[in-house]
């Protein structure tokens, strides 16, 4: 195949209960895999600092699964999940870029929306 200079490159993320993949389509494998779980910090009842990913055990420690039976349950720490994977780790800019994101079959709209 011919590359022609005008190919766009699709970013395809599949959020699931137990992991995260992010990556461009057409390659064999994605670029980001990481559990899908937000830990947070407790200090005096508050969360004061989020870790995605949660990679070692820190005193006072909350995890949090925001995608639980295929299912968004809190789309605010997904958001901050999808900031962290497209910004952080792939540094990927989505202004002009088309994504595709993957869910459970037959999901209900409600747990569609925000």
């Known amino acids: 195949m011919f590359y022609s200079g005008d190919e766009i490159g699709t970013v395809v993320a599949d959020f699931g209960s137990a992991t995260t993949r992010i990556g ?3 390659e ?6 990481q559990p899908t779980v937000i830990g947070s910090v407790v200090k ?7 870790h995605m ?8 420690q909350d995890l949090s699964f925001p995608i639980r039976d295929g299912l968004v349950h809190d789309w605010d720490q997904v958001e901050s999940l999808w900031n962290y994977a497209l910004a952080n780790s792939l540094r990927i800019d ?21």
């Open 94 to 114: 989505l202004k002009g870029k088309p994504l595709l994101l993957a869910e459970k079959p037959f999901t209900q709209p409600k747990y569609r929306q925000k």
């Open 28 to 33: 064999d494998m994605p670029k980001f895999v």
């Open 24 to 26: 461009l389509a057409g």
């Open 44 to 50: 005096d009842g508050e969360a004061a600092q989020q």
């Open 53 to 60: 990913p949660p990679l070692s055990f820190r005193e006072n």
